[in-house]
């Protein structure tokens, strides 16, 4: 499964990679930019909150 996730995300991040330079206007480049990190840190934090804290069993 971890690979399937590196797959989709490196063709995702390729695809938005070319939306990023088809783009011309700066202002749209901002907003691709912008939905990017919300989606990141989206991620992020999805992926903290799924991870069990470390340390002894009680």
């Given at each position: ?56 069993a009680s």
């Amino acid at each position: 499964m971890q690979d399937e996730d590196i797959a989709l995300n490196s063709v995702l991040g390729l695809e938005l990679n070319r939306v990023f330079f088809a783009v011309r206007q700066t202002a749209n480049k901002q907003k691709i930019i912008e939905f990017a990190r919300e989606v990141l840190q989206s991620e992020r934090t999805e992926l903290a909150g799924s991870r069990l804290p470390e340390g002894p069993a009680s």
